[in-house]
């Protein structure tokens, strides 16, 4: 897509964005994509970073990158209006995640929601886990990401035991074991509070170590009200550990 034609197309996403994430939450998002931006090429490790998301592709024969906007794709369940679109994870900011967790991999399961083509998936597998799931509503996203999953070629995996569900999150049932969970910010607020609310009930259920990983972490507050204290944050990216049943906060709505 040619630079004129990016510029064309900016006021009809401003006006989808602010639809789905209201006028603040566009503000926010724009500030942190200029935010992101500028010190992508004002800083030698941004820089690198972008590298290594640039090459993740080539170098795995996998296709994970792009941002894809959800209008025009099949949607299991009933919260298209409530979804993002895809962007990948970069593996720097994933890395980043990871090193807030002191955990042995092989006692957890990873569930990505909003797992798109399958980058969070393809990362988290260089780590041990005991499985890896990946919920995604749209049918494309979810077969590209069966895709690269049989394509990828990495000697550092670790973890080859993939779930992958085509599957609106709300409906995902939540897995008993010790979990690590991981958002890319793939809904808003009103979604975010039901699954969140889905994985404290589980937790109530059946006591045990759950942690989250909050990429580009707008929701940050609701996850805190839901009973998860913060590991590790920045200012966008936020890593949260399960409260003991006993410590959980009631909730008032």
Known sequence: MSVLSR???IPRKLSMSITRRGRWGTVTLCL???????????????????????????????DTQGIIELEGLQITGENL?????????KPADFEKLMSALKIRYEDFVFVDFGSGKGR???????????????????????????????????????????????????DFPIPRDQVVFYFYNPFNEEVMAKVLANIRQSIENHPREIFILYCNSVHRDLVRHYG?????????????????CERLPSLSH
């Not at 994509?33 to 998301?53: E, G």
């Not at 890896?132 to 979810?142: R, Y």
Request: hydrophobic share 35%; charged share 25%; net charge positive.
């Open 120 to 170: 969070g998936l393809l990362l988290a597998s260089n780590y041990s886990f005991r499985k890896i799931i990946g919920v995604e509503f749209a049918t494309e996203l979810h077969e590209a990401a069966q895709e690269n999953i049989r394509r990828y070629r990495n000697h550092a995996q670790q973890c080859r035991n993939f779930e992958l569900y085509c599957q609106d999150a709300v």
């Open 32 to 62: 942190w994509k200029i935010s992101n931006f500028l010190s992508n090429w004002l800083f030698p490790s941004r820089y690198r970073a972008r590298r290594m998301d640039r090459e993740f592709d080539k170098k795995f024969g996998v």
């Open 81 to 89: 209006r409530h979804g993002s679109g895809y962007e990948q994870t």
């Open 228 to 244: 998860f204290a913060e590991l590790k944050s920045n200012r966008w990216h936020t890593v949260y550990r399960s409260m003991t």
């Open 7 to 9: 510029l064309w197309d």
